[in-house]
């Protein structure tokens, strides 16, 4: 009933006085508010707010109290940096002259091996007797750099040339080779010998005497004619033509393997010589 609102206001004999629930935070019946009630209630909310009892934003519960994914995401990877910085300023002074070594060790061996010298295998019989499958050889790049390029009775290594190419062999594939002519001569195969200019070449090295014939081939400029010392188990020139000087990688110089096996310098053992032709025997 409308009487039940004396707990806001009572009343007693000789006049009105204020009742312990005279002050309310959301209004009552009577609608009077004082300004220590405002402030009160603000101070009410307040403290509900720092106490947790409440959401202290007015209800909605995730306005300005939780972070995004891409927030903490960023925080994770934040701390992950920190970390790593940590770590790597701690750390660094142990390893730092090992790694240094080793990456000065890696890179003089990668400049040794593409502008000086390499070490090549050989995979097939094509050099044979002069080298078998399996030996091993330093081949140096330096020479023909200032030299202008091959000399009779090198042995060489070179990229294919496009009729190679055209065979099948890719253009990084490696050959190994013996000059047997430089621009300008004429190379002939006939009766078991190889000539050059005319004349029958004194080769001890080959396996044996070749047991086919070739025509005469004029060497263009800037190309050498390259035979294997197999000479009837190699795919060279005399199938395939001149080589280009631009495919020429370097010279093959010293064999390092086997050691029981023509260990050493390579060039010195294995020259070409040109022999003058028998004369006619008179009747």
């Known amino acids: 009933t409308v009487g039940a609102a004396r707990p806001c206001v009572g009343a007693r004999r000789g006049g009105l006085r204020k009742g312990p629930s005279a002050v309310r935070c959301l209004g009552g019946r009577h609608g009077g508010r004082s300004r220590r009630s405002k402030a009160d209630c603000a101070d009410s909310w307040r403290i509900r707010a720092e106490s947790g009892s409440g959401s202290g934003d007015g209800g ?23 970390e790593w910085s940590q770590w790597f300023s701690k750390e ?9 070594t080793v990456a000065i060790a890696l890179g003089a061996s990668l ?14 019989l094509s ?7 399996g030996d091993r050889l330093i081949c140096e790049k330096v020479t023909y750099k200032f030299k202008g390029g091959p000399s009779v009775g090198d042995i060489i290594i070179f990229h294919p040339v496009e009729e190679l ?4 062999y890719g253009a990084g594939e490696v050959f190994i080779k ?11 195969v ?5 000539y050059i200019n005319g004349k029958a070449l004194e080769e001890p090295f080959v396996n044996e005497a070749p047991k086919y014939s070739m025509a005469p081939v004029v060497v263009p400029d800037k190309n050498v004619f390259v035979m294997g010392d197999n000479r009837n188990n190699s795919y060279d020139s005399h199938l395939w033509g001149p080589l280009p000087k631009e495919n020429v990688i370097g010279r093959a110089v010293f064999q390092y393997w086997p050691p029981n096996n023509h260990f050493g310098i390579i060039p010195a053992r ?11 025997v008179a009747d």
């Not at 909605?60 to 920190?82: A, M, P, V, W, Y």
């Not at 660094?92 to 240094?100: A, F, G, I, R």
């Not at 190419?165 to 099948?168: D, I, R, S, T, V």
């Open 190 to 194: 006939k009766r078991g010998k190889v």
């Open 127 to 133: 050099m044979y007797p002069t080298f078998n499958i």
């Open 60 to 82: 909605d519960s995730n306005l300005g109290n939780s972070k995004t994914g891409e927030e903490d995401q960023r925080d994770n990877e934040g701390g992950d940096s920190i």
């Open 92 to 100: 660094w002074p142990k390893y730092s002259e090992d790694v240094s």
């Open 111 to 124: 400049v040794f091996r593409t502008f000086i010298a390499e070490p090549r295998y050989i995979p097939s």
């Open 178 to 188: 013996r000059v047997i002519g430089s621009a300008g001569d004429t190379v002939e």
């Open 270 to 280: 294995n020259r070409v010589f040109a022999a003058q032709e028998a004369p006619a």
């Open 165 to 168: 190419q055209k065979a099948g």
